[in-house]
């Protein structure tokens, strides 16, 4: 064989080889992809349409009133919101009887919702990781009842239980367009960290332990209050860093009960948590973001249209051109 038909051999099967090496590893794809560790995400941006609904506590019908008045469920408990996100910010369990009716319900709407281009957000309460946790307290003897006692409520709730699986595959913290969503607040220390590293920490925690302290603590985005203050100053000294290191303009949280959706921080955060639960006695209500607006959703009611615009903390340098 000549030289030049040497060098046109070797390149083509070169050129073969390189093929079959690339449709070996196309075939060999999925079953690589499904051996990684799947990330959960945990922003989203150019949602039309969010609507936030607080601490449920076990109270489905509650729940359902403040669904419906929001327009995503229709009168057979079906999604109706379309695009809509839907967060619920945490504390679906305790003190209330209803909590499995009210778990299932988000697990209907949860693919019913991705179908129509719309998602749920369950979000992790100090509620949720208190029961995580084996700390009881004030679980509601309905509760026991609805898995068929403690040792059924147990299992359900455990690594392995149905129930306890979805509530560890959910996130403490999200961010939609520019507003972040937790059950508590967070506290500076913790800015240091992505959302990503936020959530992935808290799962690992609560797969693995210690199940005190850290971002389970009162420090974290489950148990932190130092956000649900009246005083401006000090609501505006404690969100603005974490802010602007995380990108929003807004937060909404639940975790301690008010008469209304209530603005804090002259709107940097908004309080969702109503107390609608039959042990506070509160009112079903839904917060519902669209075009910029921010509007208070009560059952029977007109919607109330909420004051959020604040100006920038003037302390701040400006930064210069260049």
Known sequence: MKRGQTSLSVVILGLLGGILTAGALAADAPSRAASRPAGIANTWSGVERIVAIADVHGDFGQFVKALTAAGVIDAKANWTGGKTHLVQTGDILDRGGDSKKAMDLLMKLEPQAIKAGGRVHALLGNHELMVMTNDLRYVHPGEYKAFGGKPGFARAMSKSGKYGKWMRGHNAV???????????????????????????????????????????????????????????????????PVFKKYGVKHAVIGHTPRRS??????????????????????????????????????????????????????????????
Not at 190 to 211: C, E, F, Q, V
Request: proline share 6%; net charge positive; glycine share 12%.
């Open 261 to 322: 959706i209530t603005p804090l921080g002259q709107g940097r955060v908004i309080a969702a948590d109503t107390g609608m639960c039959a042990y506070y006695g509160g009112q079903p209500a839904a917060l519902v973001i669209e075009k910029h607006r921010y509007l208070a959703v009560y059952p029977g009611r007109k919607p109330v249209a909420l004051k959020v615009d604040y100006k920038q903390p003037t302390n701040t340098p400006a930064r210069k051109a260049g």
């Open 174 to 240: 999200i961010k939609i367009n520019d507003v972040l969503f937790m059950h508590g607040g967070l506290n500076q220390q913790w800015m240091k960290l992505s959302l990503d590293r936020i959530n992935a920490d808290i799962r690992k925690a609560l797969h693995t332990g210690p199940y005190r302290g850290g971002l389970l603590g009162s420090s974290g985005p489950m148990w932190y209050r130092g956000w649900a203050v009246a005083d401006v100053a000090a609501v505006a000294a404690q969100c603005d």
